[in-house]
């Protein structure tokens, strides 16, 4: 095992990451676990998933770019000396928008602060097989008897909040970053496409941030993947979850969330058996 992750590997990663990004699956626990089962043996780090999503974000960014610059025109009009009327700066869009920006803030903080312990202890992975299936079962639970009646527009301030910290669960690998949102989106009575659609504006801030941060810090650095096969990766990620986002929000609004549910819960079973019998180890 050479532990340097090649091109082809790399492709295969990113394709990983596209297909799982936005999936109540995480895609940090999927690159986590195929690492021991690739020639180089490499866990590709914290760092590169960072990266990779930045090829993620941008299929966001496309496809739902007509939500997202109604959103930013609403915001910006509504700022401070705009001269907007009290009944703009009350719009939903307006709300929405200060409810990204204040829910982006404890992924930020916590990934900050626990910065060490998120790219080392936390990539264990009996934790991340732990993780699947608790989560799991929750995200079951709340698609389950979830009310399912509220639309993004009865968006509350307490509830952005509150997807806030759920979202910034996902800095443990296998809680998942979208998994964390819908969970929370659909105890707190949404709708399951949307809690799936401010799942994906929620992810926008955080993400971006965190992958230009990783790749500022890493620039020149050698590590388990490099600058090249990086790149790949992160442009299979762009093509790959673009197509994911169309078939996703087709899935969740008609069978619900049950096929990820199973999916979790078999996986993490799967992993905890390979890590009893030393087919892959922890760390």
């Known amino acids: 095992m050479s532990g340097v992750i090649g091109w082809w590997e790399a492709a295969l990663l990113g394709l990983i990451q596209g297909l799982t990004e936005f999936l109540p699956v995480s895609s940090s626990a999927h690159l986590r676990i195929i690492g021991p089962f690739l020639p180089s043996g490499a ?12 090829g993620t974000e941008l299929a966001v960014l496309i496809y739902f770019r007509k939500d997202i610059l109604r959103i930013a025109l609403a915001w910006f009009g509504a700022l401070p000396g705009s001269g907007a009327s009290a009944a703009a700066k009350s719009h939903p869009d307006v709300r929405l928008g200060w409810l990204v920006i204040i829910g982006s803030l404890p992924i930020a903080i916590l990934g900050l602060a ?5 790219e080392t202890y936390l990539r264990n992975l ?10 799991g079962l929750i995200l079951g639970a709340a698609d389950r008897y979830g009310r399912h009646e509220l639309p993004l527009s009865r968006m509350r301030w307490r509830d952005g ?3 806030g910290f759920a979202q910034a669960m996902a800095l443990i690998p296998g809680v998942s970053r979208s998994g964390g ?9 949404y709708t399951r496409e949307a809690a799936a659609r401010y799942s994906f504006l929620l992810a926008i801030p955080a993400v971006l941030a965190s992958g230009f941060y990783q790749l500022y810090k890493n620039w020149g650095v050698a ?14 990620a762009f ?15 008609s069978r619900g969330y049950w096929p990820f549910v199973a999916y979790r819960i078999v996986l993490g079973v799967f992993v905890l058996a390979l890590l009893q019998m030393g087919v892959i180890a922890a760390h």
Not at 114 to 118: E, T
């Open 126 to 135: 009996y934790l991340t097989a732990i993780m699947l299936i608790v989560f």
């Open 161 to 163: 909040i509150i997807f």
């Open 239 to 253: 093509f790959v979850g673009y197509g994911v986002i169309v078939v996703f929000l087709r899935i969740v609004s």
């Open 181 to 189: 949102t819908i969970t929370a989106g659909l105890m707190m009575g």
């Open 114 to 118: 626990f910065q060490h312990a998120i």
């Open 223 to 236: 590590g388990p993947v490099a600058p090249g096969p990086t790149l790949l990766a992160t442009i299979i």
């Open 43 to 54: 866990d590709p780090g914290a760092a590169f998933t960072a990266i990779t999503q930045i």
